[in-house]
């Protein structure tokens, strides 16, 4: 363990002079930082004007809310819905053109297309509506609705969940970029009563796999964690890093987000606390 003198100077100052830390070193860090944040907080406010600056940028996008089943059931879900419910969101070619016309009348520049995670798998009603539309899975779906969008203006960003090679390989035709959440690589969060155990595709070593063969294929990638979901320290770091060494190796991670978990109604962890306001802008400062 670090001594407060060793994490008050050298390993901070080892960041600020543009050296490599271990994870372990994050870690301490980390951990030290519950009790000295302030510190930690000035060599990350540093780091951000040395390296980015303070002008905050974004892209003007519209929703599209492709379908909204999903075969996970994860424990802080609202996004999922259930067959009969009235959020329930599955559009047709003719509501996707319609939007996409309405976004680019609003000078939007991407269209964010999301969907739940291969409802066709679970659900007879999404096989149905994908047939209906003269597809057999959600990938060949997305893939048309880029090209829809993209013939109309706006830039595709797709946000699917675990999506095949294949499947990546044909939106990488019209996509800018894409995204998938690592969410946290810990394999514990996948255990019985905890948030992903009825969510397969959040199994973390999978969506490592796909966040490398995005890289493999050169397609720039949203990805990021979740934060207060039962995660403990050491897991919160090691999501980082194992982001960081994707980037390392790929150099195809656009932007990490950091998500802090809010209890909602009429989901599994709505007694769970909020993630701590001072335990969040130490992950973001980490980050």
Not at 25 to 51: C, G, P
Not at 133 to 146: K, Q, R
């Amino acid at each position: 363990m670090l001594s407060k003198l060793e994490f008050d100077f050298e390993t901070l100052n080892r960041i600020l002079d543009g050296r490599e830390i271990t994870k372990q070193d994050a870690y301490e860090i980390f951990l030290h930082s519950e009790s000295y944040s302030e510190k930690l907080f000035k060599t990350a406010s540093t780091l951000r004007d040395q390296n980015k600056g303070r002008t905050v940028t974004f892209s003007k996008k519209a929703f599209f809310n492709i379908v909204n089943l999903c075969r996970d059931t994860c424990s802080y879900c609202t996004y999922k819905a259930e067959i009969g419910e009235s959020k329930l969101s599955m559009m047709n070619l003719d509501d996707v053109k319609k939007l996409a016309k309405l976004a680019k009348k609003f000078k939007c520049v991407e269209a964010l297309l999301v969907t739940g995670e291969s409802p066709e798998q679970k659900y007879d009603e999404a096989a149905k509506w994908l047939r209906k539309n003269g597809f057999s899975t959600t990938g060949e779906y997305l893939a048309h609705c880029s090209e829809l969008v993209l013939k109309e203006g706006l830039f595709p960003h797709t946000n699917a969940g675990n999506l095949n090679r294949a499947e990546m390989n044909e939106l990488k035709k019209t996509n800018v970029s894409m995204g998938l959440m690592l969410e946290n690589s810990s394999q514990r969060l996948s255990e019985e009563g905890l948030p992903h155990h009825e969510a397969p595709s959040k199994d973390p070593k999978a969506r490592i796999q796909i966040l490398k063969n995005a890289g493999q294929l050169k397609i720039p990638m949203t990805t990021g964690i979740l934060v207060g979901i039962g995660e403990n320290d050491f897991e919160i770091i090691d999501s980082l890093f194992t982001i960081k060494m994707i980037q390392k190796q790929f150099g195809n991670i656009q932007e990490v987000i950091l998500q802090n978990f809010e209890p909602k109604p009429d989901t599994r962890m709505k007694s769970h606390p909020s993630a701590p306001q001072q335990y969040f802008k130490r992950v973001v400062a980490m980050t």
